[in-house]
T-cell receptor
Framework: GENVEQHPSTLSVQEGDSAVIKCTYS??????FPWYKQELGKGPQLIID?????GEKKDQRIAVTLNKTAKHFSLHITETQPEDSAVYFC???????????FGTGTRLTVIP | GAVVSQHPSRVICKSGTSVKIECRSL??????MFWYRQFPKQSLMLMAT?????????EQGVEKDKFLINHASLTLSTLTVTSAHPEDSSFYIC??????????FGPGTRLLVL
């Protein structure tokens, strides 16, 4: 089955700096990679996703890159703000399958 | 769009009682709904997958007689924790998906069993 690894587990950055979270996956059949943001006491919120036919996707301050050959994908947050502080989860899934395989999460702290 | 609600947001119950948690997709029809459990500072653990009108598929190690799942319509799924015990205390989160693989999560339900 699929195995998703996520690094780092914790990340602290100064407000305004960039944050990068990296994930690797094992199953080459996985072709959809969402990223979720989870604030304390709340459910995960989808913030961006990417499919395997695309190498990069951007939405304002958030971008995701995918390297299919190396089986890794990354989340990039630029100009970080205190409200970006949360736990971020990457995930991988194959089209047609039900199971989302989650990474272990990254706790991001943006220091004002 | 793609809003999922859960009710209640938190519940405290006595050991031995049953608790029902509702998950609703508010603005779309969900072909599949999922139930997760999350322990503090950990990732989400999939408990079961349910399609409307059919029996839920449980993950290995999840007791189907203890965690009853009903998916009566395309917008509603319920999870009933039967004869709850303190070790069942956790954060339960549902998600819903349409035809494609994107899952939209509810806000979660915090269960505390005394």
């Amino acid at each position: 089955g699929e195995n998703v690894e996520q690094h780092p587990s914790t990340l602290s950055v100064q407000e305004g700096d960039s944050a990068v979270i990296k994930c690797t996956y094992s199953d080459s059949a996985s072709n959809y990679f969402p990223w979720y943001k989870q604030e304390l006491g709340k459910g995960p919120q989808l913030i961006i996703d990417i499919r395997s036919n695309v190498g990069e996707k951007k939405d304002q301050r958030i971008a995701v890159t995918l390297n299919k050959t190396a089986k890794h994908f990354s989340l990039h947050i630029t100009e970080t703000q205190p409200e970006d502080s949360a736990v971020y989860f990457c995930a991988a899934i194959q089209t047609g399958a039900n199971n989302l395989f989650f990474g272990t999460g990254t706790r991001l702290t943006v220091i004002p | 769009g793609a809003v999922v609600s859960q009710h209640p947001s938190r519940v405290i119950c006595k050991s031995g009682t049953s608790v029902k948690i509702e998950c609703r997709s508010l603005d779309f029809q969900a072909t599949t709904m999922f139930w997760y459990r999350q322990f503090p500072k950990q990732s989400l653990m999939l408990m079961a997958t349910s399609n409307e009108g059919s029996k839920a598929t449980y993950e290995q190690g999840v007791e189907k007689d203890k965690f009853l799942i009903n998916h009566a319509s395309l917008t509603l799924s319920t999870l009933t924790v039967t004869s709850a015990h303190p070790e069942d205390s956790s954060f339960y989160i549902c998600s819903a998906s349409r035809a494609q693989e994107t899952q939209y999560f509810g806000p979660g339900t915090r269960l505390l069993v005394l």
